[in-house]
C-alpha cells in the first residue's frame, strides 16, 4: 500500500490497489511517502506497518 501528501503534515492520499501502481504527479514537486507490505492468506489480509514518511522530488 502507497499513502502521499503534498507536504509534510499534510492529509494523506491513499493508494490500495495492485502490486504497483503508476501515480500522476506534478513535475518539480516535493511529495511525501510512505509504504507498507501485506500479505493475502486464506482469504484474509495481514498488514505490516507504515514505514517512516519519506520526501520525494518529482523530476
Same mark, same amino acid.
Given at each position: 500500500q502507497i499513502a502521499y501528501a503534498t507536504s509534510? /503534515?499534510?492529509k %494523506? #492520499? @491513499?493508494?490500495t +490497489?495492485?502490486? +504497483?501502481k503508476t %501515480? /500522476? %504527479?506534478?513535475?518539480?514537486k516535493t511529495y511525501y511517502v510512505k509504504v507498507r507490505a501485506y500479505k493475502t492468506?486464506?482469504? /484474509? #489480509?495481514y @498488514?505490516? +506497518?507504515y514505514s517512516s514518511l519519506k520526501p520525494c522530488k518529482t523530476k
Open positions: 509534510a /503534515k499534510g %494523506l #492520499k @491513499y493508494v +490497489s495492485g502490486t +504497483s %501515480l /500522476k %504527479l506534478s513535475r518539480n492468506m486464506d482469504g /484474509k #489480509k @498488514y505490516g +506497518s
